[in-house]
């Protein structure tokens, strides 16, 4: 690919959810220098990149998500420099780290907004996206009104505290209020969005994963205006930091890859896409037919068929980014059990493009359904603290009271920990760790290397050729399954036990192997 940072080739993220990974001066929250102290045990494990959820000056209705200030950390995290030092840090042992960039909206304690919401017209005015009129409602939109003397309502991009930053509409049906997205008063917001991309490029970020990135011009239904404010920043990023990258939660592979010029986009669970079909699947009775569960016995032909379309759309021209979960969904151990487990990351960790775990997952913990905190709702489960080590009071997440924690740790007896997971050879951890390593050593099967399906039958066996010559061989199901080929003695990994017969392989129950020919 050309233009394309390279490093992407043998990129794994690690996603780390800052308040819950690591409390460094033993406040009760995660923090910068917690995560600094950490690092080798993410490198250890084998990923060599990191996204880290928002670190940002903010009100934090949103967990982060609703900025008050892109330029300074948000105090309870540290301070600027020491996220420099978590760059420094992290690129002295080989990694990078990219930072969660919020552009579809800020808090509405951010200063723009203040300035914005004044009745008198001034440079802040039109970064916001306002009605004319105090009881204006348009509809397809949600709106707050009697909240400031300006007469005017404003659009909201998500919750109620997180007004939408105004990049124009690109069919205005209400030019009273609308701008085009091409005219100059709008301007000054995409140019205040690079202005923060550079200030924290050039302190040593490697790039941002991008909130909401389809989000930015309204009206805009095949979104061509909002990649081509997406292709602006990637010129600039082309010319200025050709190292730097872009990872989109846009979700549409073909039109965040190849219009917006993303360098990755995220598949998630929207639009019955892989990881749908790999781990969430329901029946009417809320019986599991996801293709991970091991009595489901469903081929994977559903799950592929999304993905390997914008696979093939997008070859030459950027990644798609699988996860393990994240900060927004239920995790992993929610849907499948530690066997399915492993048979899934098997497959997520050879898959090409460039995957994402979330922190914790790479040791089963669990989603634990609570209380919701700071807008978390059903997702605050899977926001809870990093279960270091057996110590009490908070296995090793920190020193503080349990009573003062952002959120408790997993206080079941059997809670997993990374160290207990590190000591035990047959671990989870351990099997991520061993397929990490090979994907390292392993050309075919970094980011580049192609995806060809050999095998995808309806008893549920799946096979794919990586790269030139090295294949997966799945059967996840709980029975034994038949391989219409030979896995041979090349095996370079092996969970289960393939049987090679005359032409075929026996697969027993929950089988991986990658194996070359
Ligand atoms: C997507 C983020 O992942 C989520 O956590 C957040 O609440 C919304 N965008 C709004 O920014
Ligand atoms: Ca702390």
């Not at 000056?57 to 301070?79: C, E, I, L, M, Q």
């Not at 081929?299 to 997008?314: F, H």
Request: glycine letters at 8%; aromatic letters at 12%; one cysteine or more.
């Amino acid at each position: 690919m050309n233009n394309f940072p390279k490093w992407l080739n043998t990129a794994v993220f690690y996603q780390v959810y800052p308040q819950s990974f690591c409390d460094g001066n033993g406040d009760g929250i995660g923090d910068l220098n917690g995560l600094v102290s950490e690092l080798d045990y993410i490198s250890n494990t084998g990923f060599n990149a990191i996204w880290l959820n928002p670190c940002f000056d903010s009100p934090f209705k949103d967990a982060g998500y609703d900025v008050k200030n892109y330029f300074k950390v948000a105090p309870r995290y540290g301070t600027n420099d020491d996220l420099v030092r978590l760059f420094k840090e992290a690129h002295n042992r080989g990694m990078h780290v990219i930072l969660d960039l919020v552009p579809g909206h800020t808090s509405d304690k951010c200063r723009w907004f203040k300035q914005s919401a004044k009745p008198t017209r001034n440079r802040y005015s039109d970064r916001y996206i306002w009605t004319n009129s105090g009881w204006a409602r348009p509809e397809g939109y949600n709106w707050v009104t009697g909240n400031a003397d300006r007469n005017g309502t404003y659009m909201l991009n998500f919750f109620l505290n997180q007004p939408a930053l105004n990049y124009g509409f690109n069919v205005v049906t209400d030019p009273d209020w609308q701008i085009s997205y091409r005219d100059k008063r709008v301007k000054p917001t995409l140019e205040a969005m690079k202005k923060v991309m550079r200030f924290w490029l050039d302190k040593g970020a490697d790039g941002f994963r991008v909130d909401m990135a389809d989000s930015l011009v309204k009206n805009d239904p095949d979104k061509t205006a909002t990649a081509w404010l997406w292709r602006k920043v990637r010129a600039m990023l082309d010319r200025h930091y050709p190292e730097a990258v872009l990872v989109s939660e846009w979700c549409n592979a073909p039109v965040a890859i190849n219009k917006a010029r993303f360098h990755c986009d995220f598949l998630l669970n929207h639009g019955n896409k892989l990881t749908d079909y790999a781990f969430y699947k329901r029946d009417k009775e809320g019986k599991s037919t996801a293709y991970f569960c091991k009595t489901a016995h469903v081929s994977a032909k559903n799950m592929l068929s999304v993905y390997l379309r914008e696979l093939n759309q997008t070859r030459n021209n950027g990644y798609i980014s699988v996860i393990s979960g994240n900060h927004d969904v239920e995790r992993l151990s929610y849907f499948l059990d530690d066997s399915e487990r492993r048979v899934a990351f098997a497959f997520l960790l050879t898959l090409p493009g460039v995957p994402f775990v979330y922190y914790g997952d790479e040791i089963g913990m669990r989603y634990i359904p609570q209380q919701s905190k700071e807008g978390g709702f059903h997702r605050t489960g899977s926001r809870t603290p990093m279960q270091w080590d057996d110590a009490l009071p908070n296995m090793g997440f920190s020193t503080a009271k349990a009573n003062k924690l952002y959120l408790d740790v997993d206080r079941t007896p059997d809670a997993p920990s990374a160290a207990g997971q590190m000591r035990d050879k047959s671990s989870l951890w351990n099997e991520v760790h061993t397929l990490l390593e090979l994907r390292r050593t392993q050309t075919d099967l970094q980011s580049d290397g192609e995806l060809e399906v050999t095998e995808c039958g309806e008893n549920g066996v799946l096979c794919y050729r990586r790269g030139q010559h090295t294949y997966v061989a799945i059967n996840p199901t709980d029975e034994e399954r038949k391989l219409s080929d030979v896995v041979g003695s090349k095996r370079l990994f092996e969970i289960g036990r393939a049987t090679d017969g005359d032409g075929f392989a026996l697969l027993a129950p929950q089988t991986v192997v990658v194996f070359e020919k």
